[in-house]
């Protein structure tokens, strides 16, 4: 029996100290009816067999190795040191609960609070909680924490160009409140100052938006807080080891994908949602957070703290509902942060920005192509001379998946495609890319 | 382990720095290659100071994080009783599965031809779940136990406003329940209402009957119950309780955290619930990672299956795609699910199979009764008098001498055992909640035994040994007033 360490002689001496001459007889409070359906599922097999089919499985797919990636769109390929998997695969952080003991913890809890500091000082805020389920869970969270923050106003502002998927989700968390939610165009600061009402809950900035551009934040803040509302800006925490903080931009709500920094593509998750706010917010916001304290002897130690905010103390008071969360990958984005470094974290930025402005500028030269203008970091759009999905499909069969067709979330603009170039693109490879695109339409 | 009852160290003794100190000016891991394209002009302006992370080499990283690690209980290390939480083995050849590049360095926006590997391995684990649990549907995109209940809850509520009944806001709650239940409530707009238990630890009928009565049905949404309990136990007139709940107008929303002692003994969705969600992370092996990753699948009947969240996945005529549900409550995380969770979630049901996951069951069932037994003495199961607990049992322990169950949590430590999960339900005073799993050998019970019923003697010879552990750890118990009242979060140099 897989994973059952108990002998048959063992049971049959368990059960006889129980009293009892079956395992049956233990289920006797289940409705008889119903007791032991027979599941129509395949019967055990070995690990040999098992790692076949899945190993079979696994190679049904596209893959980052073999092909060659221009896809982000909120899920990006960048570099991870070898030391990221090998050090957060130990048993020891892998397999243990949420810190709940904490002298048996420390090893997890100090970790999370490395990356509290780190991502703190990444994004300019005050506090970073341990993590949401992902980049659109937490600013679905933070939306609802902006509307939260004060009863009678109920406007949220989102940018049109903020993540498709993003967008669903903050509609699906808020389905149940009473809000309003408008998209604004163009500069934030405007949306707030040209508001006629003084409802405003929460605006948020995309930083940068879907589409790669990146916003003019000046003045957000201080036009969001003469609204009455909170400034959130979900951003890029790549592109934040060489842009400007949040933090520094006024935000009083950060929201960011943590996968970049260190964990997987795996198919879209697990990912990191990353959330931190200011101190004078600290005790509204949702999810776990670790803190400094002492013991009886003076020896500096770590524990889960503010719990007052969380389910498992307030119940149908707490301000979120979240439990587990995304621990393994804020591991992995301390460990990362960590192996990057002061000046790893800036190459890396740099390098993306080098690379992409170098693929941009390539592209646009193609004839028939354009490059939608505009500040961009590491992602931009690209007018295309034919059909997008029609040109990708072509590319595919070179092994090169040159960016999203952006009809796949606007079934009207057949004709743009979403490029995303990283650190990890070499110079042969954007060049292949140009290449491969001016035949496709050739 | 045994040998350091008075001290001497179990585990790493030595307090690690902080990263932060650590931190040499200069000092570095990672270096990434100089542009290989022509460099285009930074917009000096927008830009920062580089951001004050440490400057580490990569030896002191790989050391900083090993002797972490060594500070910590794990699975892999220790018994891990933690009620509700399902802490059984996580075995090795999920983690192997789950780091193939095929599914690792996957992208979730790849062209659906190019993810059939995924899309069948999604389609798979679909229909797994919903043969265990017999459900029509399930949802794999929520990404953890309380997430899947905000789900099961939108679909809920969903559910009524299609029908135009707005009226139904009240969710009932037996009192044993994970305070997530009551917290969901609140996040889906609706109100959540106790309803106590009777003396025999069992949802109270008459309190039930009277909270679906009369005009009180027509605001009824719904009962999310735990089913076994928190109690450990099998809720008997779970049939009648579903009855009430329905004759209301209501739908039942089955809490799957205890599902660890059902696989293959029962199908939820014939005893009559309308929605459940499973925690792959308890009772399909994958690991707990130190508070999550974990995922939330959501199970409905047929009735409630356009009203899922979405995409799911489908076979066609061509293999496999993504579909949104019609009626979708939307999308409630980007992209599909954990989906690595999910590949361990189903590589651990084809290595059992059919036969096997009822094993699970069974010997989770088995392993329980057989530490209560042991204990039952010293550490009586509250409630289930004459009858059997499933995978967990709950003790009220009064070893006296100002003995606490924190106490007694604290000195297993010294024994090398993770506590169980303490002070959880509320309902029981001074909760001692002990889920050994069916991983876990009866040496390995008998041992943990021996350890509860030794501290039970030492609360009566020894009772300070007890209030001051533990003794072993890196640090002795900690001042979480101070920590609340003034949080240090970051480290401030």
Not at chain 2, 94 to 115: I, K, Q, T, V
């Amino acid at each position: 029996m897989p994973y059952i360490p108990v002998t048959n002689a063992q049971r049959e001496d368990m059960l006889h100290r129980l009293g009892v001459l079956s395992l049956e007889d233990l289920f006797a409070d289940i409705p008889q009816e119903h007791r032991f359906p027979v599941l129509a599922l395949d019967g055990g097999k070995s690990e040999l067999e098992v790692l076949r089919e899945l190993a079979t499985l696994s190679r049904a797919n596209a893959q980052a190795d073999s092909y060659r990636w221009f896809l982000g769109a909120g899920a990006y390929d960048h570099f991870i040191p070898a030391v990221v998997p090998a050090l957060a695969s130990r048993g020891e952080f892998l397999t243990a609960y949420t810190p709940y003991q904490p002298e048996v913890s420390q090893g997890t809890l100090q970790a999370i609070f490395e990356y509290q500091s780190m991502v703190a000082e990444l994004t300019g805020m005050d506090a970073v909680n341990a993590s949401h389920y992902d980049g659109a869970t937490a600013l679905a969270e933070a939306v609802l924490m902006g509307l939260k923050n004060s009863e009678d106003h109920t406007r949220i502002l989102i940018p049109e160009g903020l993540h498709p998927e993003y967008k669903q989700v903050i509609t699906t968390y808020l389905s149940a409140f009473e809000c309003t939610i408008q998209e604004y165009t163009g500069s934030p600061s405007a949306a707030a100052k040209g508001l006629a009402q003084n409802d405003l809950a929460v605006l948020v900035a995309a930083y940068p938006d879907f589409f790669g551009k990146i916003p003019d934040l000046s003045g957000t803040a201080e036009a969001v807080h003469e609204k009455g509302g909170l400034f959130v800006v979900h951003a890029d925490p790549i592109m934040l080891g060489l842009f400007k903080s949040p933090g520094a931009w006024g935000a009083d709500i950060v929201t960011a994908e943590g996968q970049s920094l260190g964990n997987d593509l795996n198919y879209g998750g697990p990912f990191l949602g990353i959330m931190g706010t200011t101190n004078a917010l600290v005790r509204r916001l949702p999810g776990r957070l670790v803190g400094e304290t002492r013991d009886s002897q003076g020896r500096r130690g770590f524990v889960l703290t503010l719990v007052a905010r969380e389910q498992h103390i307030r119940r149908e008071k707490a301000v979120s509902n979240i439990c587990s969360n995304q621990g393994l990958m804020a591991l992995r984005s301390c460990i990362y942060l960590a192996m990057m470094g002061r000046q790893g974290l800036r190459e890396a930025a740099e390098l993306c920005w080098h690379n992409a402005h170098y693929a941009a500028k390539k592209i646009a030269e193609l004839p028939g192509f354009s490059v939608e203008p505009g500040l961009f970091f590491k992602e931009f759009v690209v007018h295309t001379p034919i059909p997008a999905e029609a040109l990708a499909e072509k590319l595919y069969q070179k092994q090169i998946v040159p960016g999203l067709p952006l009809s796949r979330y606007y079934p009207e603009r057949t004709e743009d495609l979403l490029v995303c170039v990283t650190e990890k693109h070499t110079r042969s490879d954007i060049e292949d890319l140009v290449q491969a695109l001016r035949e496709a339409v050739q | 382990m045994m040998q350091n009852l008075e001290g001497g160290p179990t585990m790493g003794q030595q307090l690690v720095p902080l990263l932060q100190e650590e931190s040499v000016p200069g000092r570095r891991a990672v270096q990434l290659p100089s542009p290989s394209v022509p460099e285009t002009p930074l917009p000096e302006a927008l830009l920062r100071e580089a951001p004050k992370l440490p400057e580490v080499d990569e030896l002191t990283v790989v050391r900083h994080f090993t002797r972490l690690s060594q500070m910590n209980f794990s699975i892999d290390g220790q018994f891990y009783p933690l009620g509700s939480c399902t802490m059984k083995y996580n075995p090795k050849m999920n983690e192997e599965a789950a780091s193939y590049a095929g599914f690792r360095r996957a992208h979730p926006l790849a062209p659906e031809s190019l993810s059939q590997g995924s899309l069948a391995l999604l389609h798979g684990l679909q229909e797994a779940l919903q043969e265990i649990t017999g459900f029509k549907a399930v949802s794999l995109q929520p990404a953890a136990g309380a997430h899947g209940e905000l789900t099961g809850v939108l679909i809920i509520r969903a559910w009524h406003v299609s029908r135009g009944d707005t009226k139904r806001k009240r969710i009932l709650i037996p009192d044993s329940a994970h305070g997530t239940n009551p917290a969901t409530c609140t996040m889906a707009g609706l109100i959540a209402e106790t309803i106590p238990s009777d003396g025999t630890g069992a949802v109270d009928l008459e309190a039930l009957r009277a909270a679906c009565s009369g005009e009180q049905a027509e605001t009824i949404a719904g009962l999310m119950i735990t089913n076994p309990s928190t109690l450990g136990l099998f809720e008997r007139n779970i049939k009648e309780i579903i009855a009430i709940v329905h004759r209301a107008g209501g739908l039942v929303y089955g809490d799957g955290a205890n599902m660890n002692a059902l696989v293959g003994i029962v199908k939820p969705a014939d005893l009559g619930f309308d929605v459940m969600h499973l925690n792959l992370h308890k009772t399909f092996s994958t690991p707990h990672g130190g508070g999550g990753p974990g995922a939330g699948a959501v199970g409905v009947t047929g009735a409630l299956a356009e009203f899922l969240p979405g995409p799911v996945a489908v076979k066609t005529t061509e293999g496999f795609s993504f579909r949104m549900p019609s009626q979708s409550i939307g999308r409630v995380k980007a992209f599909y699910g954990n989906f690595a969770v999910l590949v361990r979630a189903y590589a651990y049901i084809r290595r059992l199979g059919s036969d096997g996951l009822r094993r699970v069951a069974e010997y989770s069932v088995l392993n329980a009764n057989y530490i209560r037994s042991l204990v039952a003495e010293k550490y009586p199961a509250v409630y289930g008098e004459g009858r059997w607990n499933m995978h967990e049992f709950v003790a009220s322990p009064e070893l006296g001498n100002g003995i606490h169950t924190l106490d007694i949590a604290k000195r297993l430590i010294d024994y090398g055992f993770h506590p169980p999960t303490i002070y959880f339900p509320l309902i029981v005073k001074e909760a001692l909640m002990v889920e050994p799993t069916e991983t876990e050998s009866p040496e390995t019970l008998e041992a943990f035994a021996k350890a509860l019923l030794a501290i039970a003697d030492e609360a009566q010879n020894n009772p300070d040994l007890v209030k001051s552990a533990p003794h072993n750890t890196p640090v002795g118990r900690l001042d979480e007033t101070t920590a609340a009242r003034k949080p240090i979060l970051c480290y401030k140099g």
